[in-house]
C-alpha cells in the first residue's frame, strides 16, 4: 500500500514510497494538484528533496511543498514561466489556504531548468523558508519569512497547469537546527580547515581516532601529525593552521597541558575575546577527562565531550551548520 495522499488519483502515480509521477488535471485557475507522502508523519522542523523533471518545458510549474494537510493548505517552493512561451522560469515561495494561492516571494534572477532531472529542496524551520534549485552546474537560492503555516504537516510535491512530473529520490528529514543559507555555506568554504586540533602529546593517538570520527562526519581538521613535515618551521606550520581553521578544539584529556597547547589556544583566546578573530576555542573532553581537567582560563566555554555519542553527533551537525 502506498504511502502517498493525492488531492486526485487520477493525475498522481506513486511507485513506492521515494518515486512518483504527475500527469494533467489540476484544480482552480492555476490548474494546480499536490501529493504528499504520509511515511515520515507530520513535521514542524526539517527539510524535504526531491529530483524533478518536467515533461513539458512551457506553460508548466512544479515544486515542493510542505506543512501540507489533506485539505489544500500547505507552503510551496516551485518554479514555473513567467510568461507562456518562456524558456526560463521562475522560483517563488507561496502559500495555499485552503486552496487559494498566497504569493510569499520570488527570486529575481532567472531560473534556467535543465532538460532533464533538476534537484530541489525546501528546508523549513520556524517561519524561516530556504529553497534551492541545483540544474547542471548553476544552483538557485530562495530565502523568505513564512509564517503563514505555523503547524507540523506532510512534505510532498505540487505542480501546476496540468504538468507532466517525473519525481524520484525523494528524501524528508525533521531537524532541530536553524536554517544555514547558501553564504555561510560559501563562508565555511573560504577556511581551509573546519577545525584546528589542539592537544598534548600524551593524547595524541587519541587524538588521531577523534581526528577519524571528525572525517567521517564530514569535518576537515588539522592536525601537527599531518600537516608538519620533517624540516618545516613548527611555529610557521601552526600559525598557518591557526589562521585558516573556522574552530580551535582545545582537547582535553586527563594529564596537565603542555607549553604548545597553552600557547595556541591562549594566543587564540586572547584574540577572540578582544573581538580580533573568528576562530572560536570549543574545549573537547577526551576519554578519561572530566571538567575539572579543563584548563582555567577555558572553564568558561561550554565543552563537548567525545566520549558521549549523542552530545558528538550534535556536535558534528553544529560544525557542518556553521
Known amino acids: 500500500m502506498s504511502s502517498w495522499h493525492v488531492s486526485d488519483e487520477s493525475e498522481w502515480t506513486p511507485i513506492g514510497d521515494r518515486m512518483i509521477t504527475g500527469h494533467g488535471g489540476g484544480m482552480g485557475p492555476y490548474a494546480a494538484s499536490y501529493a504528499v507522502n504520509l511515511a515520515a508523519g507530520p513535521m514542524l522542523n526539517g527539510a524535504v528533496s526531491a529530483d524533478i523533471r518536467l515533461t513539458e518545458r512551457r506553460s508548466v510549474g512544479a515544486g515542493l511543498v510542505c506543512r501540507a494537510d489533506p485539505h489544500w493548505t500547505f507552503v510551496t517552493f516551485y518554479t514555473a514561466p513567467q510568461g507562456a512561451a518562456d524558456e526560463t522560469t521562475v522560483a517563488r515561495f507561496g502559500v495555499f489556504r485552503e486552496g487559494t494561492l498566497i504569493p510569499v516571494a520570488q527570486l529575481q534572477e532567472p531560473v534556467r531548468l535543465a532538460r532533464g532531472y533538476n534537484h530541489f529542496t525546501l528546508e523549513f524551520f520556524s517561519g524561516r523558508m530556504r529553497g534551492e534549485i541545483r540544474a547542471e552546474d548553476r544552483t538557485y537560492e530562495l530565502t523568505a519569512t513564512c509564517p503563514h503555516v505555523p503547524f507540523a504537516g506532510y512534505s510532498g510535491l ?82 598557518e593552521g591557526l ?31 578582544a573581538g580580533e578573530s573568528p576562530t572560536r576555542i570549543i574545549p573537547v573532553l577526551l576519554a578519561n577527562a572530566e571538567p575539572r581537567h579543563i584548563p582555567v582560563l577555558l572553564r568558561g566555554k561550554r565543552y563537548i565531550s567525545s566520549a558521549n555519542k549523542t552530545e558528538f553527533e550534535e556536535f558534528i551537525r553544529f560544525l557542518l551548520s556553521h
Open 243 to 273: 589562521s585558516d581553521s573556522r574552530f580551535l578544539l582545545a582537547c582535553v584529556g586527563d594529564s596537565p597541558q603542555g607549553k604548545w597547547a597553552r600557547t595556541e589556544y591562549g594566543g587564540v583566546l586572547s584574540r577572540e575575546l
Open 158 to 239: 505540487v505542480k501546476f497547469y496540468g504538468a507532466g512530473v517525473l519525481a524520484k529520490s525523494w528524501s524528508m528529514e525533521q531537524t532541530v537546527l536553524p536554517i544555514v543559507s547558501a553564504n555561510s555555506v560559501t563562508a565555511r568554504k573560504r577556511a581551509k580547515w573546519d577545525v584546528f586540533l589542539c592537544h598534548t602529546t600524551g593524547a595524541k593517538e587519541e587524538v588521531k581516532e577523534l581526528a577519524r570520527a571528525l572525517a567521517k562526519g564530514g569535518i576537515t581538521y588539522w592536525l601537527d601529525s599531518e600537516q608538519i613535515m620533517p624540516g618545516d618551521s613548527v611555529p610557521e606550520k601552526i600559525d
